[in-house]
């Protein structure tokens, strides 16, 4: 048996919970994926996974020997790594996660650039706004933005980001522009139940205090492209970053309100694990990023 190619399958099915998507991925036949895991579990005396005809579950002999299968693999993706830099031809995977809106609207780009410019070196990309762990997911590095909560990780400022509360011309014909923020509690606000504090906005006015405004609406998501959107159709008023709201302010279809105001602002960064050698392939994303950017 291959032991190392047997621990590559193991990872898969377990990150994948499925001997079918492993397969797949791995483009190797079930039958083989099945006799890699027999293969690991009678060599190991232990059982790694339980699975039945319709799902499979983790052993707790699992969950420890999928960690140091993780520390082995990426111990030897670091030395073929280093030797690669001495060609200057970086290769392998990269597992990035970003999050789902700026992903779209800034990373696509950016991330297709890079592909084209090391057309070896493989992105898996995860577009979601959920957080991950760092390690336990095999991500090797995650775009954040806002409060990353902790200094457990290496963070790289990336750019900038503030927040506008906009509704569309037609919300604000047919209800009024409201002249100061608290008049936003007799409007109907789109929330973004993602934010630490859903349906709380913050404003602040040059030296003055920060204050709060609590808004209530009959639409609220986890999605703040979706939200724009339905502010652009004129479903009420939202408080979104610029990013998502500069070209519809800019064609007309949005109507910022409260100029004068600054509400929250933020920075994205590039997130990782802190590792002695980092993988050359990693250093040239992060780079690249920060380049493009800021």
């Excluded at 992903?103 to 990309?125: C, K, N, Q, R, W």
Aim: aromatic share 10%; net charge negative; charged share 25%.
């Amino acid at each position: 048996m291959d032991k190392l190619q047997a621990m590559k399958v193991f990872c898969r099915v377990y990150e994948a919970e499925s001997f079918k998507v492993a397969s797949e991925s791995l483009d190797i036949s079930r039958p083989m994926v099945t006799r890699y895991i027999n293969a690991l579990e009678e060599s190991l005396g232990a059982k790694l996974l339980h699975r039945n005809t319709r799902n499979i579950s983790v052993t707790h002999a699992g969950h420890q020997y999928y960690q140091h299968c993780v520390t082995i693999l990426e111990a030897i993706d670091e030395a073929e790594g280093e030797l690669t830099d001495l060609t200057h031809q970086p290769k392998g995977r990269i597992r990035v996660s970003v999050p789902m809106d700026f992903g779209l609207s800034h990373m696509v780009p950016i991330l297709s650039e890079f592909s084209a410019l090391y057309p070896d070196i493989t992105l898996e990309i995860d577009f979601s706004d959920k957080r991950v762990d760092l390690t336990e997911s095999g991500v090797d590095l995650a775009v954040r933005g806002g409060d990353l909560g902790g200094d457990q990780f290496i963070a790289r400022p990336l750019c900038s980001m503030r927040g506008y509360v906009c509704a569309s011309p037609d919300y604000l014909e047919k209800f009024g522009k409201p002249s100061h923020p608290n008049e936003l509690m007799n409007h109907n606000c789109l929330v973004y139940t993602n934010a630490p504090y859903a349906g709380r906005w913050s404003f602040k006015k040059e030296s003055k205090d920060t204050f709060y405004v609590q808004v209530n609406g009959n639409l609220m998501g986890n999605n703040g492209g979706a939200l724009t959107r339905l502010a652009v159709a004129g479903a009420g008023v939202i408080m979104q970053p610029d990013f998502l709201v500069d070209d519809y302010i800019a064609n007309g279809k949005l109507v910022s309100l409260f100029d004068e105001y600054e509400t929250f602002t933020g920075q994205f960064y590039a997130v990782y694990a802190e590792r002695k050698l980092q993988p050359k392939k990693v250093r040239l994303l992060i780079d690249f990023l920060m380049e493009k950017l800021q």
